[in-house]
């Protein structure tokens, strides 16, 4: 990777691209810490952990817990478009404008923004509400908020927050543009990263307590090189996990058009294992944070029934870690069900001349590939699924809390990938040799 940097900086329109890009994350960090008005949080929130709180927080690098105008991060764009990639199956409408190509998916994009700004303004609202119920956050001059100053406090904190995440997803499209790589992805890789350097000192500073000997501390003396251990292996994981898949061999026929003789080649068509990407571990660490985000409005009496419901939610359970493993399995299935169709890639196929070599066209090709992506599909939730309840099962072994979930691991290593990848097509294409060469 450090090579690939090292030679791409030697060409000067790839490191105008580089340099853009980096100076998009600069901005996004320094928004990430430029408070609210009216807001005053110093400490930070007192987020419980397996909440939607802490997710948010997670994914934004902690501008959430301190309430900052980006406080709101990336969430509303990355949900809006898991909600227009489902109405693209349920709604003809927009499955037709999704292959209409490139003017198609300009129109997508388009309500894409008008749904992320709705969604914005929602969980803005929502931010403000819950500000205010944790009492102590909202003031002016030290005196807390009340009446119409409430009121106006309000619809500033609402409405920059909105306009905070509007401003994010612009930088994004601005990466995209005249950055290098995904800039909603680098985004997310961003604000997840800068909690590292948190995590870090923590680590350290409680093993240079375990060597002092200092009492409470002498578990980390093995703890701390243990998830040193766990987290290089998670990445070596992960990179074998993203470039593994399955080859199936493909035999284009003969076609001759006017003096010309087109196909006769052998080839192969990639279906990667991990099909789903990071989406199953979003979707069902969402669903599982529900639960413990409602015992933050409504806490329930110790001892009842809904005090052992929600405490079999909560991320420190073995309940917790077993429904995580089964949903994301689930969810696997049911993304790749919207996103790969068998008929479709079989009817692709035929139309293209090509055949697998001893699969009849037609309805057995489908049948062989909705066998291959029902393995894929298991293989990659299940490879998944361990990432994910590793740090769980290591935290309820242990009793150490990893700070670095399996999610935020797989987000960032698979952003680096993303960006690396693309930083060598771009050296690619500019040191193609051409006809005239």
């Known amino acids: 990777m450090i090579k690939v940097l090292r030679n791409a900086f030697k060409i000067a329109d790839l490191r105008s691209k580089i340099l853009f890009t980096l100076l998009i994350i600069l901005i996004f960090r320094v928004g990430s810490a430029i408070p609210l008005p009216f807001v005053n949080i110093a400490d930070g929130l007192n987020i419980k952990d397996g909440t939607i709180i802490s997710y948010l927080s997670m994914l934004t690098g902690d501008a959430f817990k301190y309430g900052t105008i980006f406080a709101l991060g990336i969430s509303p764009y990355i949900n809006s478009s898991i909600i227009m990639q489902l109405l693209s ?5 927009l499955e037709r404008m999704s292959k209409e190509g490139e003017e198609g998916r300009k129109k997508i994009g388009k309500i894409t923004r008008y749904v992320t700004v709705l969604l914005g303004l929602l969980q803005a609202t929502a931010y403000f509400f819950y500000l205010k119920n944790s009492g102590g956050y909202l003031e002016i001059g030290g ?11 309000a619809v500033v904190i609402i409405l920059m927050l909105t306009a905070g995440t509007a ?8 990466v ?3 950055g290098i790589g995904n800039g909603i992805s680098i985004i997310l ?3 997840i990263l800068s909690g590292l350097p948190s995590a870090v000192i923590s680590m350290g500073s409680s093993f240079i307590e375990g060597i002092k000997g200092t009492e409470g501390y002498t578990q980390f003396l ?3 090189p243990i998830v040193l251990v766990i987290f290089i292996a998670i990445i070596g994981f992960i990179v074998w996990m993203d470039n593994a898949e399955r080859r199936i061999p493909i035999q284009y026929a003969k076609r001759v058009v006017g003096r010309k003789v087109y196909g006769g080649q052998s080839t192969h068509m990639p279906i990667k294992v991990n099909l789903s990407g990071v989406l199953p571990i979003i979707f069902a660490s969402s669903i599982l944070s529900l639960p413990s985000t409602i015992t933050m409005f409504w806490e329930p009496e110790k001892g009842t029934f809904w005090a052992g419901f929600f405490n079999f939610f909560n991320s420190t359970s073995w309940g917790y870690a077993v429904l995580y493993f089964v949903l994301i399995i689930l969810f696997a299935y049911f993304y790749a069900s919207i996103q790969y169709n068998p008929i479709e890639m079989a009817n692709n196929l035929r139309q293209n001349s090509g055949a697998i070599p001893g699969i009849r066209p037609g309805k057995p090709t489908s049948d062989y590939f909705s066998r291959i992506l029902s393995r894929m599909v298991l293989l990659g939730a299940l490879l998944l699924s361990v990432i994910a309840i590793l740090p769980i099962v290591f935290s309820l072994i242990t009793g150490y809390n990893v700070s670095l979930g399996g999610t935020s691991v797989l987000i960032v290593v698979g952003v680096a990938l993303e960006t690396v990848k693309a930083i060598e097509s771009q050296m690619m294409m500019r040191h193609y040799k051409g006809f005239l060469d």
Request: proline share 3%.
């Open 222 to 224: 093995y703890f701390v």
């Open 143 to 153: 005196n807390r908020l009340t009446g119409g100053a409430m009121f106006f406090a």
């Open 176 to 178: 995209n543009e005249k």
């Open 89 to 93: 199956v349920a709604i003809p409408a």
């Open 189 to 191: 890789f961003a604000g």
């Open 167 to 174: 401003l994010i997803m612009w930088l994004g499209e601005q």
